[in-house]
């Protein structure tokens, strides 16, 4: 799975390689790179529709990604951070949230980037493998778009038990929500029409749990399956 700038990178440099295996071929020159350059474009759509959107093992950066939390209202007070965590050994995204909650449990910290490419394709789910650390279990994905009023939500819970898990969000299952709360008459959603995706924090202002403090979630990817 590539981001928009990844994906830019990784196609040049894909093509300079074609370019390099192919100069050796004499007259069968042009017609090797014909070939070549339509197997990398065909990865590429392959890659933007469908499988994995962000694999946060392999990333460059996460500099496509930026925080959109509770401080955009004038009483908010709660920070988000996605980073990218590198070691020797691994390498994984990492979420870091701090909520501080008004009187009535509102807060949420959050981070959004716009999708690779249209999704042309009709996935069931949306999978990430993740692990929640900290104060925090509670977590959502959202999805954006640049001709729909509504954000479309789903919000799933992490155990805080050290370990990593595979959550699986279905399609059918994200809700239309207006300024935090949902929208029932709202058509249901269409991701071909959505742009951005986003990964949030929140206290719980219309649940029947509020959470605050400090936490984390480890991200390895989210996928479309």
Avoid at 28 to 44: G, R, V
Avoid at 53 to 81: A, H
Avoid at 160 to 187: R, T, W
Wanted: charged share 15%.
């Amino acid at each position: 799975g590539i981001n928009a700038e990844y994906g830019k990178q990784w196609y040049q440099r894909r093509v300079r390689e074609a370019v390099v295996s192919t100069q050796s071929t004499g007259p069968h020159f042009h017609l090797n790179m014909m070939y070549s350059l339509l197997a990398i474009s065909a990865a590429l759509l392959a890659m933007g529709s469908a499988g994995t959107l962000f694999d946060f093992t392999t990333l460059p950066n996460v500099d496509g990604w930026k925080e959109v939390s509770d401080t955009v209202r004038t009483p908010g007070k709660s920070k988000g951070v996605l980073t990218l965590q590198k070691t020797q050994l691994f390498q994984r995204g990492v979420f870091f949230a701090m909520l501080n909650p008004q009187p009535n449990g509102a807060c949420f910290a959050g981070s959004v980037t716009r999708l690779p490419t249209t999704i042309t394709s009709n996935p069931s789910s949306v999978q990430l493998k993740v692990r929640a650390q900290g104060e925090l279990s509670h977590w959502k994905v959202y999805f954006n778009s640049d001709t729909v009023k509504y954000n479309y939500e789903q919000k799933f819970e992490c155990p805080l038990n050290g370990q990593f898990v595979v959550v699986d969000l279905p399609i059918s299952d994200f809700k239309a929500y207006y300024h935090g709360a949902e929208q029932p008459d709202a058509p249901v959603m269409d991701l071909a029409n959505m742009t951005e995706i986003g990964i949030q924090g929140y206290g719980g202002v219309y649940a029947t749990y509020k959470q605050a403090g400090a936490g984390s979630l480890e991200i390895d990817y989210i996928s479309l399956v």
